[in-house]
């Protein structure tokens, strides 16, 4: 699993995980294990996980490995050259541009203007959820490693029912607090290794790694559980009832590229609408192919109105 996350973690705490495993700080071996102790065991992806902190652009990993090997390389070549250090960073721009001429024209930007451009490109400004164009590429990552090293995903697709009556009966400042604390909701119950982001409007998108529709119906039913057992409490002080529809498809049973996979999802949310919505619905083959069938789970399946079992990769939260 990627590691992109623990290393921009351990980076946030100030340890310069790119600068260590370059060679460039002074940490003595003891120190090292204690940090790679810490990472846990290195994905099939930790080359591809080091050149987008890097760089910020994802690379297979074979590239990954070939451009790292070189940006070392190139280091050691110029610090013999000029007899001092020269960070990673340092050496990576020049590499990636005169040797092997993959960026263009890069910028120096420090790390806290950096980061904060990242968040305005990549997050939804309202939710805090990822936006349409990184959930997107969210999308088409997780399709590529599962296509790649084997297994399967699910996606969920979440709607709010009757949003529009609340803009029209609360007005679009409640409608935004409801919108606000489902994502909120739906972040809190996702794994680390989960994505979730916002479709458009009052659709939010949700990405699980290796998880079938199994599993990830029991976390729908746990979502759909707490939001319509726990009231929103606007800024007025009343309290909002909500209920969201969910519509599941898993790569590859319900779609093999990613606007197939989003439109099996997409049928099974209608479907979970008609019946009456707070329900989901699972993309499936259906008795008379090619057509595409669901098939439903009520509000009260999971063990009447108590709160449905945690997935059987998770602990309870």
């Known amino acids: 699993m990627s590691q992109l996350h623990r290393f921009r973690e351990l980076e946030a705490q100030g340890i310069d995980i790119l600068s260590i495993l370059a060679g460039d700080s002074g940490v003595d071996d003891q120190q090292l294990k204690l940090l790679l102790d810490r990472l846990g065991p290195l994905g099939e992806e930790y080359h591809s996980d080091l050149m987008e902190l890097l760089t910020h652009r994802r690379f ?24 001092r250090v020269v960070g990673v960073r340092v050496a990576a721009a020049d590499y990636l541009t005169n040797r092997r001429p993959l960026l263009e024209a890069p910028r120096i930007v420090p790390r806290q203007e950096m980061e904060q451009l990242l968040s305005q490109v990549n997050l939804d400004v309202l939710t805090g959820l990822r936006n349409r164009r990184s959930i997107d590429e969210a999308l088409r990552l997780e399709m590529q490693r599962t296509r790649r090293y084997g297994g399967v995903f699910t996606v969920l697709l979440i709607d709010l029912d009757h949003f529009k009556g609340i803009n029209d009966q609360q007005g679009h400042v409640a409608g935004d607090e409801v919108l606000v604390e489902i994502s909120r909701r739906i972040q809190s119950a996702c794994r680390e290794t989960d994505t979730a982001g916002r479709w458009g409007g009052d659709e939010l998108l949700v990405i699980l790694p290796q998880t079938g529709p199994i599993d990830a119906g029991i976390l729908s039913g746990r979502l759909r559980h707490d939001v319509r057992h726990r009231p929103i409490v606007l800024h007025n002080g009343e309290f909002q009832d909500v209920t969201i529809s969910i519509g599941i498809s898993s790569y590859p049973e319900h779609g093999t590229v990613a606007q197939e996979l989003v439109d099996s999802a997409s049928s099974a949310l209608r479907q979970a609408k008609k019946s009456g919505r707070d329900a989901e619905a699972v993309a499936g083959v259906t008795s008379s192919p090619p057509g595409r069938g669901t098939q439903m789970r009520s509000s009260r399946q999971f063990l009447g109105e108590d709160s449905p079992p945690p997935r059987g990769d998770e602990p309870q939260r």
Request: hydrophobic share 40%; net charge positive.
């Open 60 to 83: 297979d990993e074979t590239e990954a490995l070939g451009l790292w090997k070189g940006v070392v390389r190139h280091k050691r070549k110029m610090e013999a050259a000029l007899g």
